[in-house]
């Protein structure tokens, strides 16, 4: 699909949903599929294991699990039901029926974002330098205890329903296929993918109270470490696919006054309809979800909560109040902005973490000219190594800036949405 303005008409649904080798004076956390570990990520399956803790070990527990609440707290782990809120324990985990794999861990559990992924690899890291310390004045190892913070789907009994919405199934039919080819161009995953489903999916022994999710399981020897992208390195492209992201192409004001990225959406599927004009034409629509394009609406309002924000009903009278209760047509008075691909709160989020790469690597760079290393060729070859790093990471940045600055990113307007929840 190339890259022109393309209207969006709206489904009734919701979304379908050169490492570098060096010495590392912080701890080296590993991040995997909604998990963090220090020092090491174990190969799943793992569980708690009936044994006791170390002697010196449990001398110290009430200190490392106050430790690990204290930062939990810090930097925003915490569930927003207090019904949900669970309390880092010192556990004995290893690979069920093996009791010689046993390993004491402190394990945190915490609601999974990928906005939280560099809270979480923080969070693991200043606990492990806490274990650390602590190693000093007791007599465990510095890294005899490990760090473990895991979604508590991951650890928690999980339960799953069939959905039996026509819709939902319908959608399906159309998106497996897509999403199974996906995952086989993907190193990590070809080859291992054992399942691909829709299903009423989640930890809530309610069945039906678990939100629709593609589910996807693979075997163990898949390399969890490459599920996730931190973020999008490749450069950005002008043509569209099934699976990409988009949002309002503005920011939003929070009722606190600070400036926000819109929410963002996922590109459903294409469909292609006749016109009725007097010279009829096929004209491409992307099929999207009603929640996608609220934030383009004058009256879309987002409030503080805590740490995060939250979405809150539209102001009275606003275009989104009035286009909630009779819908959107092309005559429509009421218009909404454009939108644009890829969205702003994804190139954003990327252009804050090569800053912050450039950052680190400079940092990085400064201290290895002021050690005094016994092999000045070994010195040598890691700056260059960093140099090249940031020279590649500040050419990334221009190209996805320029890319923005061009347009490119432009996707097209709301053609047309009805909600049909509220029609029967």
């Known amino acids: 699909m190339a890259r022109t303005m393309l209207p969006l008409i709206l489904t009734t649904t919701n979304s379908i949903l050169p490492n570098i080798s060096c010495e590392m004076e912080a701890p080296r956390v590993i991040s995997g599929f909604k998990r963090v570990a220090w020092p090491e990520l174990r190969r799943l399956p793992l569980k708690t294991l009936m044994l006791r803790l170390p002697a010196d070990i449990e001398q110290v527990r009430r200190d490392i699990e106050s430790e690990a609440f204290s930062i939990m707290k810090k930097h925003g ?15 004995i985990r290893g690979v069920p029926e093996k009791s010689s794999t046993g390993v004491p861990t402190i394990l945190i559990l915490a609601p ?5 992924q560099r809270d979480w690899e923080t969070a693991a890291r200043e606990m492990a ?18 760090v ?58 309610v069945l039906d109270n678990n939100p629709p999710t593609v589910y996807i399981s693979v075997g163990y020897d898949s390399d969890e470490t490459q599920w996730l992208k931190k973020r999008t390195e490749d450069g950005y492209y002008s043509t569209v696919h099934i699976g990409d992201d988009f949002g309002a192409a ?20 294409f469909v292609q309809l006749k016109t009725s004009d007097p010279e009829p034409t096929w004209r491409t629509f992307i099929l999207t979800s009603y929640q996608a394009v609220q934030p383009a609406f ?36 009421v218009k909404p902005t454009a939108f644009e691909s890829p969205s702003r709160s994804k190139h954003h989020f990327n252009i804050r973490v090569i800053d912050e790469d450039v950052a680190y690597l400079t940092n990085r760079i400064q201290r290895w000219e002021e050690k005094d290393q016994p092999t000045k060729e070994r ?12 020279a590649a990471l500040r050419d990334e940045r221009k190209q996805k800036t320029e890319f923005l600055e061009a347009n490119k990113q432009a996707l097209g307007r709301l053609h047309a949405f009805y909600d049909l929840w509220d029609a029967t």
């Not at 999974?112 to 939280?116: F, H, L, N, P, Y």
């Not at 503005?250 to 590109?267: A, F, H, M, V, Y």
Request: aromatic fraction near 10%; hydrophobic fraction near 30%; charged fraction near 25%.
């Open 77 to 91: 782990l915490q569930f927003k039901d207090e019904e949900d809120d669970y309390r880092p324990e010192m556990e």
């Open 112 to 116: 999974w974002s990928t906005e939280k």
């Open 129 to 146: 330098s806490f274990l650390a310390d602590l190693s000093k004045v007791c007599s465990f190892g510095e890294t005899d205890i490990h």
């Open 148 to 205: 473990e913070i895991t979604a508590p789907e991951l650890v928690h009994r999980t339960y799953y329903t069939n959905i039996d919405d026509p819709v939902f199934q319908s959608a399906w039919e159309c998106l497996s296929t897509t999403i199974f080819n996906r995952l086989q161009s993907l190193r990590a995953i070809q080859g291992h993918t054992t399942c691909l489903s829709l299903q009423k999916y989640g930890t809530n022994d």
């Open 250 to 269: 503005r920011d939003i004001k929070r009722t606190d006054g600070e400036r926000l990225s819109p929410t963002n959406g996922t590109i459903g599927c």
């Open 298 to 333: 004058d009256g879309f309002t987002v409030t503080p909560n805590g740490t995060d924000s939250s979405v809150a009903p539209p102001t009275r009278n606003s275009d989104l109040w009035t286009v909630d209760s009779v819908g959107y047509t092309p005559s429509s008075s």
């Open 379 to 390: 010195q040598l070859q890691t700056i260059i190594a960093f140099r090249e790093r940031i």
